[in-house]
């Protein structure tokens, strides 16, 4: 694979950082995941405005322009011949001597990038639908940053893992916030349920197409948050990400819902959503 490391294009195991960089002591970075379909990237203006809004909101510099981005993830498509899949993009407040407050002076922002090949519109867990379980909520206040801090969700995956399922919820005061590397919903008589944006969820990029997508099909969806006990008794569940698209969900904390299927309305609105990515 070539990846990108601070302007330049190398091998992947040439690939390094400074082990003072801030990002690895301190998690003082931000990142976004955009999908390719057939060679092309899908929402990418909205990754790269969510970039903008993640870097303002820490006081972080933009790593280089705009179109220095577009740039690099278009090369990085070209370069690993990347059909299917992901781009992941960081960025740090860079290398400095160890202390808690902002470098003094000049600092030099971080930036890599690397691809992964995967198949995502041909998923499997699509046609089936997947399992979640509901874990503690353990992250921090400001979950609308999508900062690189991600050991409470990386527990959360692992918990769902280790119990058969292949996401976790997670809940705070008996409500659902999102997933771990997802936006959440629940299907009641027809209408989408979802969380209201704030700063305890991550607005979603598919999140934002799928309110646009569904408004256009007049599927109602209805932003507030629900329980745990609500979406035990939903008619339908899904979750949306950038690399899932948008993913049923058959069964919570071993409860099936919706008899065990995929729901009409999910079913809908994945495709309407994969028959704009690969258009
Ligand atoms: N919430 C969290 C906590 C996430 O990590 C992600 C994935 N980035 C999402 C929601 C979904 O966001 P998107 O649709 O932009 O991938």
Known sequence: RTVFVNGEYLPESEGK?????????????????????????????????????????????????RDELDVMHAELIKRNALTEGIIYMQVTRGAADRTFNFPKGEVTPTLIAFTQAMSLVSNPNAVTGIKVITTPDLRWARRDIKTVMLLAPALGKQEAYEKGAQEAWMVED???TEGTSSNAYIVKDGKVIT????????????????????????VEIIERKFTVEEALAADEAFLTSASQFVMPIVEIDGKRIGGGQPGPVVRKLRELFLKEATA
């Open 17 to 65: 950082i400074s082990i003072f960089d801030r990002g690895f002591l301190f998690a003082d970075g931000v990142y976004e995941v955009s999908a390719v379909i057939n060679g092309k990237l899908v929402d990418y203006a909205a990754h790269m405005e969510r970039l903008g809004r993640s870097l303002k909101e820490l006081r972080m510099a933009w790593p280089c322009t």
């Open 174 to 176: 008996g409500f659902v």
């Open 195 to 218: 969380r209201h944006l704030s700063n305890e969820i991550l607005a979603g990029c598919t999140r934002r197409a799928l309110m646009r997508l569904a408004k256009e099909e007049g």
